[in-house]
């Protein structure tokens, strides 16, 4: 075992020098004990850290509904500014420019990662067709040239885009952003060095700017800065306190669309059996008044996955108090029984 643990790390501080990566060291001890278990060559184990590692792997339109969202949300004629954060090879910038670009907007937007290599690729703007996987043959054509088995993308989308080698831990570049993208970035850094970043971000966003953070990501720092807000379906994140001014009526409707986006990010939890991740997030949502039979009946599933059916039955028994009449109360008092 021991030898294995030392070939585990040897490998894995190998990958972390390589991609100059600073991971949060739960995460990087999560992979080892994983590597420690598995029955594989070394070549094998190469392979399988890199992919816990989650090395920078990327894609076009990767979390199609934030795309959506975005395309939704931007303004025919208007102009706006990005930065991407971690942006790996480009791909989240590009395709940032693709769905301005069908919306008839404009978008300038520097992309930022601490790998020189990937920096190097995302300014080359050639990509395999896996990385293109999630787009049909004519969105291939309209977006890029062929050049052998390759794709690059087309001149024109490549204008107003700018990418620069920076570790964020360094500062953020100036200027005042529409949105701010940190997709799978704060789970490299501590939670020190994550409360930093974000911190930095709230400062950098335009008021009614927002933060983009990857499909399911939610971490309890983003919350002493950000609020999430649902636009078209998908959560994004705006900084805490602007809009204070609005009427009555606007915060109503604002609390509405908050209490819809905890229900929904505590759902995606439960649906990916994040039980810990969903406790937390209905701890937080409860602390900012937001009590609803949803998000009572989902603690009550996540308290019996842990096994805690005493908590479970005094949840339930809560919600039978509050909401008397919500729809599903008797199935689950089955459970708990
Ligand atoms: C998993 S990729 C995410 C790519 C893309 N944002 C996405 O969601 O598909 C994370 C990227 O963050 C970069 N990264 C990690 N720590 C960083 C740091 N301290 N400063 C800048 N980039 C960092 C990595 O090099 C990697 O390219």
């Known amino acids: 075992m021991g030898d294995k643990r030392l070939l585990a790390e040897k490998i894995v501080y ?7 990566l600073s991971l949060k060291s739960e995460h990087i001890e999560r992979v080892l004990s994983e590597l420690v278990r598995l029955e594989m060559s070394e070549d094998g184990m190469f392979v399988v850290a890199k992919n816990l590692l989650d090395i920078g792997e990327s894609y076009f339109f990767r979390d199609l509904e934030t795309w959506k969202a975005l395309e939704g949300l931007l303004e025919e004629g208007k102009s706006y500014r990005a930065l991407s954060l971690g942006c790996s090879e480009g791909e ?3 395709t940032f420019k693709f769905v ?7 978008l300038e937007i520097l992309g930022l990662d601490a790998s020189e290599t990937r920096i190097r690729k995302a300014r080359e703007g050639i990509y395999s067709l896996w990385k293109l996987r999630r787009m049909n043959e004519d969105e291939i054509e309209k977006y890029f040239y062929k050049i052998g088995d390759f794709y690059r993308v087309k001149d024109g989308y490549r204008m107003g885009t700018d990418f620069v080698v920076a570790n964020v831990l360094d500062g953020l570049p100036s200027g005042e952003y529409d949105f701010i993208l940190a997709r799978r970035l704060l789970i490299y850094l501590n939670e020190e060095a994550s409360l930093r970043v974000l911190e930095w971000i709230s400062t950098r966003l335009k008021e009614d700017g927002h933060l983009i953070l990857g499909k399911g990501e939610v971490y309890t720092e983003v919350l002493k800065y950000f609020e999430p807000v649902n636009i078209n379906g998908a959560i994004f994140w705006k900084v805490k306190g602007f809009g204070e001014e609005e009427d009555f009526q606007l915060v109503e409707e604002q609390f509405e669309s908050q209490e819809r986006s905890y229900i929904s990010i505590v759902r995606d939890f439960i649906n990916r ?7 937390e997030y209905i701890r937080r949502a409860k602390e900012e008044g937001f009590e609803t039979c949803e998000l009572m009946k989902y603690e009550v599933i996540a308290l019996m996955y842990f096994g805690d059916v005493e908590g479970a039955r005094k949840v339930l028994q809560e919600t039978k108090e509050l909401f008397p009449y919500c729809e599903g109360l008797s199935a689950l008092e089955r459970v708990v029984e």
């Open 273 to 279: 059996k994040m039980y810990t991740q969903a406790l």
């Open 92 to 94: 989240e910038v590009y």
């Open 100 to 106: 301005a670009h069908s919306r008839g907007s404009s």
């Open 14 to 20: 190998k990958i972390i020098k390589a991609y100059g």
